[in-house]
């Protein structure tokens, strides 16, 4: 599929995305990032891996003593600079997350928000091991997916996006299971608690895996 949101869905495109939610999805986006904010203190320093156009920094900022993001579109980061412009406590960085260049043990807080651990195109072995790496001893990884209760709406939520021409048209006959596919070979899976699990207990970690909202799946780590 290659960096899809980075050659046809980044910075006003990506904006867009979000400015056409329905109630119901703005009530699951808000879900998703009050239970984030629960888990970071003033005095954290956090990493959002593909913070996009800066929605979800946002409101880090606003919690956290300082706040980075990372994202592989440099459209993407130009956009959310001047989006956070007000903003001290920030610093935004094209960067691959397959390659995070931090050196070790540097965040409080490691955030893959958004379904990002399946919409990066990085094999989830090696975002995962990233992720560790980054996290200070004592440090929180979160990673967020779709609870398969949301189906329907995140259905809805593409189709809108569809329409919009933001993404490719809806292809029907593949889409089910959690996955949508689209006609311009665009795809979207999910991570299953099962599927968390197994990739957590490769690096012999159990995790800590919960449903926000019935529309947030959070696989949450512990780093020791």
């Known amino acids: 599929m290659g960096n899809y949101y980075s050659e046809n869905l980044s910075a006003e495109r990506l ?4 400015e056409i939610a329905s109630p119901r999805l703005n009530q699951y986006l808000e879900a998703e990032i009050e239970h984030i904010l629960k888990n970071i203190k003033s ?6 891996i593909g ?8 409101r880090l900022l606003s919690k956290a003593k300082k706040a980075v993001g990372i994202d592989i579109s440099s459209e993407n980061i130009r956009f959310a600079k001047e989006y956070l412009k007000d903003y001290k406590n920030v610093e935004l ?3 691959d997350a397959s390659h995070i260049d ?4 540097v965040f409080d807080v490691v955030i893959v928000a958004q379904n990002g651990i399946s919409a990066f195109n990085i094999p989830p072995k090696i975002l995962f091991k990233e992720c560790l790496d980054i996290t200070k001893k004592g440090g929180l990884v979160l990673f967020s997916t779709y609870s398969d209760k949301f189906w329907v709406e995140r259905l809805k939520w593409f189709e809108m996006q569809a329409e919009e021409g933001l ?3 809806i292809d029907y006959d593949k889409t089910k299971n959690g996955e949508i596919i689209c006609k311009d070979k665009f795809k979207a899976t999910t991570f299953t608690p ?6 957590a207990n490769n690096f012999n970690i159990l995790p800590n895996i919960i449903e926000i909202d019935k529309s947030s799946l959070f696989c949450e780590v512990k780093v020791i």
């Open 15 to 18: 904006k867009r995305a979000y």
């Open 43 to 48: 005095t954290d320093t956090v990493l959002e």
């Open 51 to 58: 913070c996009g156009y800066g929605r979800i920094m946002k």
């Open 93 to 95: 960085y094209q960067m």
């Open 102 to 105: 931090f050196g070790i043990q």
């Open 167 to 169: 993404v490719g048209e």
């Open 194 to 199: 099962d599927q968390f699990t197994i990739l």
